[in-house]
């Protein structure tokens, strides 16, 4: 436990193993659900570069035309968008203290109304299958405690921030009182830094914030801005008695339960299916491209003939040829090669099975009790998300 308490980490942005064993699951879903302008960005990591011959310049002419014509399909994304529409079909049911009604309208300090927050946590732990949020009441100003007056007032008050699964990087858990706490979190955040030479422009910086106990189980937060130094910020948060807080205030969120083990992404799979399927769509595009530009071959030329007509010669009805006596023109068109598109269709049907539905939802014939299987199955996963969600 000696890690958890260490007054100086200079190795913050430190990630678990079990974070590093699934944050390529996530990159793909979380690139799937971005769309075909994310998948088609990432060029090399979803589409290989076909071997061909040529020049460089020549070979990465041909990739930029191959990865072009490919078609991806936003099927992860709009079963995504699905699924969240059914679970808020209505609307979720608020029951809170009066002196907490203001976060019905603004949850997270930032707009997002409880509803709004909801269905974004929801759809990323559908997503994902990870998530965390962390209640923090913003200092004053002047950077005393806030007073039981100021919450009361609304100059100060507390945000529900919610953070993705690839924002938590590191924690760790202790035994306290016979039962299992979080001791620590590193949670990795974004933020905008403005430029003192321009007032219209801003930096990205990166910060991670570590909430941890300390030997007495006092909760004390610390900002890094440099993974290398000391905290560049450190607060000792107190309660409404003046005390010092007890417990790190963050919840994790998971598609199987909300403790802090990484539960599997519940759209990994369509995701790999979605990307196999596009990768198809490649060579089914490129085929087509290729098989769908008849060739003219003529035979029975001479050499001399050839220097007398060196053309150019159209093809249609504008452009007729004169050839000589004994010549003849044909088109050579190559057979169209179906094994591309048969791969898409196999993969489509795949990824209706597992719950893709915007394709075609009746171009599978399934019985009564596989459609009640599936049904149950999507309702299971749902329940048991929103469940979670609710709880956290």
Same mark, same amino acid.
């Given at each position: 436990?000696?890690?958890?308490?260490?007054?100086?980490?200079?190795?913050?942005?430190?990630?678990?193993?079990?974070?590093?064993?699934?944050?390529?699951?996530?990159?793909?879903?979380?690139?799937?659900?971005?769309?075909?302008?994310?998948?088609?960005?990432?060029?090399?990591?979803?589409?290989?570069?076909?071997?061909?011959?040529?020049?460089?310049?020549?070979?990465?002419?041909?990739?930029?035309?191959?990865?072009?014509?490919?078609?991806?399909?936003?099927?992860?994304?709009?079963?995504?968008?699905?699924?969240?529409?059914?679970?808020?079909?209505?609307?979720?049911?608020?029951?809170?203290?009066?002196?907490?009604?203001?976060?019905?309208?603004?949850?997270?300090?930032?707009?997002?109304?409880?509803?709004?927050?909801?269905?974004?946590?929801?759809?990323?732990?559908?997503?994902?299958?990870?998530?965390?949020?962390?209640?923090?009441?913003?200092?004053?100003?002047?950077?005393?405690?806030?007073?039981?007056?100021?919450?009361?007032?609304?100059?100060?008050?507390?945000?529900?921030?919610?953070?993705?699964?690839?924002?938590?990087?590191?924690?760790?858990?202790?035994?306290?009182?016979? +039962?299992?706490?979080?001791?620590?979190? !590193?949670?990795?955040?974004?933020?905008?830094?403005?430029?003192?030479?321009?007032?219209?422009?801003?930096?990205?910086?990166?910060?991670?914030?570590?909430?941890?106990?300390?030997?007495?189980?006092?909760?004390?937060? /610390?900002?890094?801005?440099?993974?290398?130094?000391?905290?560049?910020?450190?607060? /000792?948060?107190?309660?409404?008695?003046?005390?010092?807080?007890?417990?790190?205030?963050?919840?994790?969120?998971?598609?199987?339960?909300?403790?802090?083990?990484?539960?599997?992404?519940?759209?990994?799979?369509?995701?790999?299916?979605?990307?196999?399927?596009?990768?198809?769509?490649?060579?089914?595009?490129?085929?087509?491209?290729?098989?769908?530009?008849?060739?003219?071959?003529?035979?029975?030329?001479? +050499?001399?003939?050839?220097?007398?007509?060196?053309?150019?010669?159209?093809?249609?009805?504008?452009?007729?040829?004169?050839?000589?006596?004994?010549?003849?023109?044909?088109?050579?068109?190559?057979?169209?090669?179906?094994?591309?598109? /048969?791969?898409?269709?196999?993969?489509?049907?795949?990824?209706?099975?597992?719950?893709?539905?915007?394709?075609?939802?009746?171009?599978? +014939?399934?019985?009564?009790?596989?459609?009640?299987?599936?049904?149950?199955?999507?309702?299971?996963?749902? !329940?048991?998300?929103?469940?979670?969600?609710?709880?956290?």
């Amino acid at each position: 436990q000696k890690s958890v308490y260490w007054p100086c980490m200079s190795n913050v942005d430190f990630t678990r193993p079990e974070y590093d064993a699934v944050k390529n699951q996530w990159q793909m879903v979380r690139d799937c659900v971005s769309g075909p302008m994310e998948i088609k960005r990432r060029g090399e990591k979803y589409l290989p570069k076909p071997v061909t011959p040529g020049g460089q310049t020549e070979i990465d002419a041909r990739y930029q035309s191959y990865l072009e014509r490919a078609t991806f399909y936003e099927v992860t994304a709009n079963t995504q968008s699905a699924l969240i529409g059914q679970v808020f079909e209505k609307p979720p049911t608020v029951e809170l203290p009066a002196a907490w009604e203001y976060l019905i309208d603004d949850f997270d300090g930032a707009g997002l109304t409880f509803t709004q927050h909801s269905k974004m946590v929801t759809a990323d732990v559908l997503a994902m299958g990870r998530g965390g949020m962390l209640v923090d009441m913003v200092p004053r100003a002047d950077g005393e405690t806030p007073t039981q007056e100021d919450v009361q007032n609304n100059r100060v008050r507390p945000n529900v921030v919610f953070y993705t699964a690839e924002s938590i990087i590191n924690w760790e858990t202790k035994v306290i009182d016979g +039962q299992s706490k979080l001791a620590m979190v !590193v949670l990795r955040e974004y933020y905008n830094k403005k430029n003192d030479a321009d007032i219209f422009q801003f930096d990205v910086e990166l910060r991670h914030r570590v909430l941890r106990l300390d030997e007495d189980d006092n909760l004390i937060i /610390e900002i890094y801005e440099d993974k290398d130094s000391s905290p560049s910020v450190t607060y /000792e948060p107190t309660d409404a008695t003046g005390g010092r807080w007890k417990e790190i205030p963050f919840v994790f969120i998971g598609s199987e339960n909300n403790d802090e083990r990484i539960d599997k992404p519940p759209l990994h799979a369509l995701s790999d299916l979605n990307i196999a399927h596009y990768r198809n769509s490649a060579d089914y595009e490129q085929s087509v491209f290729l098989v769908g530009q008849p060739t003219p071959v003529v035979t029975g030329l001479t +050499q001399a003939w050839i220097e007398k007509n060196p053309g150019p010669y159209t093809l249609g009805s504008a452009g007729a040829w004169t050839l000589p006596t004994g010549a003849s023109a044909e088109l050579l068109e190559a057979s169209p090669n179906s094994m591309a598109f /048969e791969a898409m269709k196999h993969k489509e049907d795949q990824m209706k099975a597992i719950g893709a539905k915007l394709i075609d939802a009746n171009a599978v +014939q399934r019985t009564a009790t596989e459609a009640k299987i599936e049904a149950s199955n999507e309702a299971s996963l749902l !329940v048991t998300i929103v469940q979670n969600v609710s709880d956290a």
